[in-house]
């Protein structure tokens, strides 16, 4: 049976289903209800909707939805891209780590197709081994199975030969970057050849000298040598004095390097001074 609260002492009163009235009497305070009104007292509150907060937008907003929409193993591939991605920036080294990434997706990619293949037939398997273009018949014919595979094949590609393509343009990066940074360690020492135009004078002059001058230019630093002979003309004994090429400099153009006493005149020849024979003259 029907009923229906009383709207002053709010108690429930039974509506009678035979008899059609327009009110009807509470029995305990006799209040008259009226049955044609709408009792608003039954429905449930309604509750105000909470307003939703909006998302402030940015450049990254849509790819951030995209990517939560997206399989769990599609995540892992493109967090993997991203890895081997930002590991060849570091060192050129580390620039084989999205090469062989690729090709890792390419293996991985046709063993799936090979294990799709197998778990249909094993005869399926064999055909797509050794009969040339069956298993491109076996991916259009089998798209649905086949996709995933076939999609991560394409992708480990693009990935392997992009970076194939751009290791020269990488290579020349990394060159600049060594240049700019002068990749030189600090204990190194710069040796600065002079070369042979700027060297000293009196070393190109001794390498002009005869092996008698060079000997005693080496013995005697800031000593005389006298040597003594004899005239095959006359008999008479003449001495020959030799200096250093150090005090040859010193001494003016003009100047005998002679220290005989009795010659008359000396005439300097080579940096060694003899005494005139006059049996010679």
């Known amino acids: 049976m029907a009923t229906i609260r009383c709207p002053e002492c709010d108690k429930k009163v039974k509506l009678p289903?035979?008899?059609?009235?327009?009110?009807?009497?509470?029995?305990?305070?006799?209040?008259?209800?009226?049955l044609d009104e709408p009792d608003d007292d039954d429905d449930e509150p309604v509750r105000p909707k909470k307003k939703k907060k909006k998302r402030s937008k940015n450049f990254f907003t849509p790819y951030l939805s995209m990517a939560m929409r997206l399989d769990n193993s599609l995540k892992v591939i493109l967090g993997l891209t991203v890895v081997a991605v930002l590991a060849s920036c570091i060192h050129p080294v580390l620039y084989l780590v999205p090469v062989i990434y690729g090709c890792a997706l390419m293996i991985i990619g046709g063993a799936m197709f090979l294990i799709i293949a197998f778990n249909d037939s094993p005869m399926e398997l064999l055909l797509c081994l050794f009969l040339p273009f069956y298993s491109l018949y076996y991916l259009v014919t089998h798209w649905g199975e086949t996709r995933p595979a076939f999609l991560m094949q394409v992708y480990g590609m693009v990935v392997c030969f992009s970076f194939v393509c751009a290791l020269p343009f990488h290579a020349l990066v990394f060159g600049v970057i060594q240049t700019v940074k002068g990749n030189r360690p600090a204990n190194e020492r710069v040796e600065i050849k002079t070369p042979p135009s700027?060297?000293?004078?009196?070393?190109?002059?001794?390498?002009?000298?005869?092996?008698?001058?060079?000997?005693?230019?080496?013995r005697l630093q800031g000593q005389s040598l006298t040597l003594t002979s004899?005239?095959?003309s006359s008999g008479k004994s003449l001495t020959f004095a030799a200096k250093s090429a150090r005090k040859r400099r010193r001494s003016s153009v003009g100047t005998a390097d002679t220290v005989t006493p009795s010659s008359a005149s000396s005439v300097q020849n080579g940096g060694y001074a003899a005494s005139s024979c006059p049996g010679l003259s």
């Not at 008899?19 to 209040?31: I, N």
């Not at 700027?198 to 008698?212: E, V």
């Open 17 to 34: 289903v035979d008899e059609d009235r327009a009110t009807v009497r509470c029995g305990s305070c006799g209040y008259k209800i009226r």
């Open 198 to 218: 700027k060297r000293a004078p009196a070393k190109m002059a001794r390498q002009h000298q005869s092996p008698l001058q060079r000997r005693l230019d080496g």
């Open 230 to 232: 004899i005239c095959p």
